[in-house]
């Protein structure tokens, strides 16, 4: 009978890892959901790649509040009642789109996923901690969440390329941005399974700042790079592609700058996470000269294999790399120092974008993609410099 009950604790023990990463990623797949959408909204409302860029970025004015003033709630609540909640805000975002099609309706949506994306993302490496034994080594760990999280930020804007290059009328409300419910219902029957209350303490405050512990800078900005690179892709690079009559590949443009970052997690856990990181900035600088000059020359072939460049190195060798550091190198302050890790990367995913979208306005595609690839030069060489220095001896 008690090898019976072990054997059957085990199989559980075993099933939650599952249940979490499908949660994490139904979580991240509304994420880009609708971002192939946004150069045709933006079109439809009269307006230009700024406008679009703010909305895109409107995700990350939802975002950095929860993980200032929100980082809280997972210890208020208990992290399965936290993620289930973020699930619901996921599902009233898409309602959203689907009530009011447009630019602003984007904006307000992706402000509500940026809540509930961060919100996930801070609870997501210590709740996956708590599904495996002790002493686990922290890089399966961040694979683990890296991968869940990866594939759904990928996910949802490709099956919606999909239906467009189908149905190229079909913009408006696309088959995918109707059954994001079902997976999203599927995803809570999953949390249910899971302990709801796990983590919780009552009387935690909800006001935690971000942490950065020794040593977990360099990740913080490797990572806020990156994800700068992936924001201009998704927000920015629809428009240039639409110029050259390709509009109907940006939502892949997406999927390939995200979700091929999953083949590479393997080689980052078997490589230190300073190794990591440096070597995924220097696959940048390429990846990201074959993304623009494809863009403005119309060469889809070169746009698709930057993206997959871009996507090794940012969510694969930078994403995976960088968080296994900050857990290896935070001990008990792994989840501020998560909070303080994706700070850092949502500020690159919003800033650049906004940046990048506004010059293109008044100066032209070449000279705002032109300008953030001399841009991103400098701070890919600054970086490997600095985390060279920091390496453990």
């Given at each position: 009978?008690?090898?019976d009950?072990s054997?059957?604790?085990?199989t559980?023990?075993?099933?939650?890892?599952?249940?979490?990463a499908?949660?994490?990623?139904?979580?991240?797949?509304?994420a880009?959901?609708?971002t192939?959408?946004?150069a045709?909204y933006?079109?439809?409302d009269?307006?230009g790649?700024?406008a679009?860029?703010?909305a895109?970025a409107?995700?990350?004015?939802?975002a950095?509040?929860?993980?200032?003033?929100?980082?809280g709630?997972p210890?208020r609540?208990?992290?399965?009642?936290?993620l289930?909640?973020?699930?619901g805000?996921?599902?009233?975002a898409d309602?959203?789109?689907?009530?009011?099609?447009?630019?602003?309706?984007?904006?307000?949506?992706?402000?509500?996923?940026g809540?509930?994306?961060?919100a996930t993302?801070?609870l997501?490496?210590?709740f996956?901690?708590?599904?495996f034994a002790?002493?686990t080594?922290?890089?399966r760990?961040?694979a683990?969440v890296s991968?869940a999280?990866?594939?759904?930020?990928g996910?949802?804007?490709?099956?919606?390329?999909l239906c467009?290059?189908?149905?190229?009328?079909a913009?408006i409300?696309?088959?995918?941005?109707l059954a994001?419910?079902v997976?999203?219902g599927?995803?809570?029957?999953?949390?249910s399974?899971?302990?709801?209350?796990a983590?919780?303490?009552p009387d935690?405050?909800?006001l935690r700042?971000?942490a950065f512990p020794?040593?977990t800078?360099?990740?913080?900005?490797?990572?806020?790079?990156a994800w700068a690179?992936?924001g201009v892709v998704?927000a920015v690079?629809?428009a240039?592609l639409a110029?050259a009559g390709?509009?109907?590949?940006?939502g892949?443009?997406?999927?390939?700058v995200?979700?091929?970052?999953?083949?590479?997690?393997?080689?980052?856990r078997?490589m230190?996470p300073e190794a990591?990181?440096r070597?995924?900035?220097?696959?940048l600088?390429p990846?990201y000269a074959?993304?623009?000059?494809?863009a403005l020359?119309?060469?889809?072939?070169?746009v698709f294999t930057?993206?997959?460049?871009?996507a090794t190195s940012?969510?694969?060798l930078?994403?995976?790399?960088g968080?296994?550091g900050?857990?290896?190198r935070s001990?008990r302050?792994?989840?501020?120092?998560?909070a303080?890790?994706?700070l850092?990367?949502?500020l690159?995913?919003s800033l650049?974008?906004?940046v990048?979208?506004r010059i293109?306005?008044?100066?032209?595609?070449?000279?705002?993609?032109g300008?953030?690839?001399?841009?991103l030069?400098?701070a890919v060489?600054v970086?490997c410099?600095l985390?060279?220095?920091?390496?453990p001896?």
């Open positions: 009978m008690s090898l009950l054997a059957r604790h085990a559980t023990r075993a099933g939650s890892p599952a249940r979490l499908l949660a994490l990623m139904a979580v991240t797949t509304a880009n959901l609708h192939p959408l946004a045709r933006a079109m439809a009269g307006l790649s700024g679009a860029g703010l895109f409107a995700y990350v004015g939802g950095l509040p929860m993980l200032l003033a929100g980082a709630l210890d609540l208990g992290r399965g009642r936290t289930s909640l973020a699930l805000l996921a599902v009233l309602l959203i789109v689907i009530a009011r099609p447009g630019l602003a309706a984007l904006g307000l949506s992706r402000a509500l996923l809540i509930a994306v961060a993302s801070t997501a490496p210590a996956m901690t708590a599904q002790p002493g080594d922290p890089r760990i961040a683990r991968v999280t990866t594939f759904g930020f996910f949802g804007a490709a099956m919606t390329a467009l290059i189908v149905d190229p009328l913009w409300r696309p088959l995918t941005v994001y419910p997976l999203a599927l995803a809570l029957l999953a949390v399974g899971l302990p709801q209350g983590g919780r303490r935690a405050p909800m700042r971000p020794a040593g800078l360099p990740f913080g900005f490797a990572i806020l790079v690179v992936v998704i690079l629809p240039t110029r390709l509009d109907s590949y940006a892949l443009a997406t999927f390939l995200i979700v091929p970052g999953i083949l590479a997690v393997p080689a980052a078997r230190t990591a990181i070597r995924g900035l220097l696959i600088i990846a074959l993304i623009a000059w494809g020359d119309g060469r889809i072939w070169a930057g993206t997959a460049l871009a940012c969510y694969g930078v994403h995976a790399g968080l296994a900050v857990l290896i001990g302050a792994a989840t501020g120092a998560t303080g890790f994706y850092l990367a949502y690159g995913f650049p974008v906004i990048t979208g293109a306005d008044l100066a032209g595609q070449e000279v705002a993609l300008g953030f690839g001399a841009a030069v400098m060489l970086l410099g985390s060279a220095r920091t390496s001896r």
